[in-house]
């Protein structure tokens, strides 16, 4: 059984680089270094002098990051955290990188996390059920099927997995864990394909949605979304570019709703003739959602979901005159 993916192909990678536009001497944060394509192409546009911090909650892929920041072209030039960006308000500052000219978040999970059986992201793979992108702390999916009651977990498969089955498939999990723990990826997508009655000739295996929702309850990636976006704003030298690669309408609704609040100067109702919110637009939206094209989609099928938003941080100056 292979542990090891053969590669990560960086979904939306010369759009998402554009729109950082790096340059010389500019410091830019990869909040998901992943398997590094990001980063090595805002280096490799930056360079001599620009700079990246990367983050991530993966061990491996700080490892990945460890090895990159040893090529010659890319010396003191990566800096490398195992941490989540949830965490970017503070570490930011401790390496330098506050005010930064960019921040990227790629979200969701590499290829080589879906790909490695070990990691139990995949309900087609035989593995432990686990899904943490954090194997060195927190629960596992294990952890939350095996323990959670009934309700939290129909909760969790209908906020997170939009799926209309989730009371019969908590029921069935319940039943299921009765008579044995669920401890690996086959027999909670079998326990999922059962409750619903088989396939029925869907296009996506019934557990699609129940794997989607225990990996984003068990990484809380939707609460540390919610929580990274003010802080990304507020790290931000004016000018800076927020760039956010979303891959499920969960996470775009959270990044949308934040972008156009952020880009409207006063939220008063529109009735009301005098403004009282005093709310300044900290943010400019730069173009349209940006989403693959179909060549990007046929030779990278994982690209098909992805939706990017671009913003650029206002001058405090322009958001009080505005
Ligand atoms: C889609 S991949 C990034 C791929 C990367 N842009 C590349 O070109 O290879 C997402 C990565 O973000 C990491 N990740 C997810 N949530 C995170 C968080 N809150 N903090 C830090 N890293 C996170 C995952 O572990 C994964 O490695």
Redesign the pocket.
Same mark, same amino acid.
């Given at each position: 059984m292979s542990e090891t993916a053969v590669q990560?192909l960086?979904v939306l990678l010369n759009e998402a680089v554009d729109a950082l536009a790096p340059r010389d001497g500019g410091r830019y944060i990869?909040?998901? %270094?992943?398997?590094?394509?990001?980063t090595r192409s805002i280096l490799d546009r930056s360079a001599p002098g620009g700079q990246v911090l990367a %983050?991530?909650?993966?061990p491996e892929?700080i490892e990945r990051a460890r090895q990159l920041s040893q090529t010659p072209s890319y010396q003191d030039r990566l800096a490398f955290v195992h941490a989540? %960006?949830?965490e970017l308000r503070t570490i930011a500052p401790s390496f330098g990188f506050a005010p930064a000219d960019g921040i990227l978040l790629?979200?969701?999970?590499?290829s080589f996390?879906l790909d490695a059986p070990g990691r139990g992201f995949a309900f087609g793979l035989d593995g432990p059920l686990d899904m943490r992108?954090d194997t060195s702390t927190g629960p596992s999916a294990a952890d939350l099927v095996n323990t959670l009651d009934e309700e939290e977990i129909a909760r969790i498969i209908w906020q997170f997995g939009e799926d209309r089955n989730s009371r019969r498939i908590a029921a069935a999990i319940m039943r299921a864990r009765s008579s044995a723990p669920i401890e690996t990826t086959p027999r909670l997508a079998s326990i999922v394909e059962q409750a619903v009655g088989g396939r029925r000739g869907a296009p996506t295996h019934p557990a699609t949605r129940t794997f989607q929702a225990l990996r984003i309850a068990v990484?809380e990636?939707l609460e540390?979304l919610a929580s990274v976006l003010p802080d990304a704003v507020a790290t931000l030298a004016p000018g800076g570019r927020l760039v956010v690669i979303a891959f499920h309408s969960l996470e775009d609704r959270i990044v949308k709703q934040f972008l156009k609040r952020e880009s409207t100067q006063c939220l008063c109702p529109p009735e009301q003739p005098v403004c009282t919110c005093r709310h300044e637009a900290s943010l400019a939206l730069v173009g349209k959602a940006i989403k693959s094209g179909h060549d990007e989609i046929a030779r990278n099928p994982r690209s098909r979901s992805a939706i990017m938003r671009v913003a650029t941080r206002l001058p405090a100056s322009v958001s009080t005159a505005a």
């Open positions: 990560h960086p990869d909040g998901t %270094f992943g398997g590094g394509g990001h %983050f991530d909650r993966d892929a989540s %960006f949830g790629d979200l969701g999970l590499s996390q992108f990484n990636e540390t």
